[in-house]
């Protein structure tokens, strides 16, 4: 079963930025990938997802303009880029991996991922 692997959190200053990256042990061609985040006392929400076929991306409202979903096959790694973070972007972030391999549609619903990693503090002091 593939494992995933999150690195690059840290702490930053509101209206810095960090670039997480998600480093799979297998290759992940055919499979829609996912950041998801939860902060404490909240409910884990989905921030970006890319969809494995022509590359199209999902972004919360909440995010949209300031981060960045890529990925490198060649690596194995997906890459969440965040800029302009906010004190609210503060939460352990994970990357998921879809259940199904290539699905026709881009899911954006936890339950559609089922591989995930361990997570990425991310903390932005105002």
């Known amino acids: 079963q593939v494992q995933l692997v999150e690195s690059g959190g840290g702490l930053v200053q509101a209206g810095g930025s960090l670039r997480l990256s998600c480093a799979a042990s297998?290759?992940?061609?055919?499979?829609?990938m996912g950041w998801f985040r939860q902060a404490p006392g909240k409910e884990r929400e989905i921030v970006a997802a890319?969809?494995?076929?022509?590359?199209?991306?999902y972004y919360a409202d909440s995010v949209k303009g300031r981060f960045t979903i890529s990925k490198d096959n060649a690596k194995n790694t997906v890459y969440l880029q965040m800029n302009s973070l906010k004190p609210e972007d503060a939460a352990l972030y994970y990357c998921?991996?879809?259940?199904?391999?290539?699905?026709?549609?881009?899911?954006?619903?936890?339950?559609?991922?089922?591989?995930w990693g361990q997570g990425t503090q991310v903390t932005v002091s105002s």
């Open positions: 998921a991996l879809d259940t199904r391999r290539w699905r026709t549609t881009l899911g954006v619903r936890s339950t559609e991922f089922g591989t």
């Open positions: 297998e290759h992940t061609v055919g499979y829609n």
């Open positions: 890319l969809y494995w076929n022509d590359g199209t991306t």
